[in-house]
């Protein structure tokens, strides 16, 4: 039954006071006839972040807040829906195993790995991503390390922390020689995965003077901006002097930048990651790195997270190691929810799903 009215402030409030019980019979006083037929669905928000409730309240939905390092109480295993942000591996897997009537899951990583590892029924259980949600943040992160890439920050701090003054880098330089990659300013810029947070980043490469192109499933044109195939790679790789990848971490990305691949590139050409670590080979790209094929690498994502102290990558010349510190923050993530919710219960298919 499909209910667009209901009654009162009294029942809102009752409702969101997070006290109310689980169905609406239970409670017959507050509702007419009609509206006793309303199920509430209780909804359970992590702790692990500062979200603003009275954003997601005004639906027939109990609203719970849960520990993402605990277990989920018994008393909270009904729950249809879920919201999930730095859960442990435990909670997830446990709440897969037990949450049975689970129908939704609403992570806000923009690539919730952990959620789809953890055994949950995907056929039953419809789970949307947080994509959307770290966009500012992201482009942020990956216009840093391509700045600090062109620029050489990184090296100036290598030579700082030895108390050298690292002259080829200052003084009179020479503007935009060919072969290198030392401005943003008409450097070609290949960005491999142009979903949301390019969006959000290609307005400032090109208000820097780059020459931006795209790689995505789908061909066209976005934003002004023209998306290839990974077909096209062949031909957009060697005409290339910095690729920037933000690809999901799913099988059909795996080590999507390969041994081959790599060495379509420039010699002088950066590579930066954002997205998943598992999207390039990275004893490949350690390989092109050592033996002088490549300019370099500024890596925010890897296969393995921490990155072991027994990785090559740590020793690896002209590559910047950062600790998966692009995103970490949903920003604005009540809206996305609120929607979802709505479209739940209306029946309606869900933003960003899986
Ligand atoms: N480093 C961090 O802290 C951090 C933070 C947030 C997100 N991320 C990662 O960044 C990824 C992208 O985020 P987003 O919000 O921009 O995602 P998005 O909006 O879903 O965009 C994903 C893009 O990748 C393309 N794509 C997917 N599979 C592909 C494939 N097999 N070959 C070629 N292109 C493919 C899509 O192509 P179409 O557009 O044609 O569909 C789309 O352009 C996330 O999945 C997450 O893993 C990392």
Known sequence: MRISLFPATRFLKALHSHQFPYTAAASPRLFSSAAAAITVMKLLYPNSLKLDISRIEGFPTSLVEY???????????????LITWTNTAENLKDAAERMKNLRWIQSLAAGPNDVLSAGFDTSKIKVTTGSGLHDHTV?????????????????MRDYQLQGKWPGHLG??????PAGSFRTLRDARVLVWGFGNIAKTLVPSLLGLGAKVKGVARHPGVRMGIEIYGEDKLAELLPETDALVMILPGDPSTRHALNAKRIALLPSHAWVVNVGRGTSIDEDALADALEQGKLGGAA??????????????LWKTPNLI????????RPQDAEPLIVDNLRRLLAGQELKNLI
């Not at 482009?139 to 090296?155: D, V």
């Not at 003084?171 to 935009?176: I, L």
């Not at 950062?322 to 995103?327: I, L």
């Open 321 to 328: 190691v950062s600790p998966h510190a692009a995103g970490g």
């Open 171 to 176: 003084g009179p330089q020479p503007d935009r």
């Open 67 to 81: 520990d993402v390092k605990q277990l989920i109480p018994d008393e909270h295993l009904d729950a249809e829906a």
């Open 139 to 155: 482009a942020e992160h990956a216009l840093g390390l391509l700045l600090n890439s062109a620029r050489r920050f990184y090296e």
């Open 299 to 312: 890596l925010d994502v890897f296969e393995v997270e921490p990155l072991p102290e027994s990785s090559r």
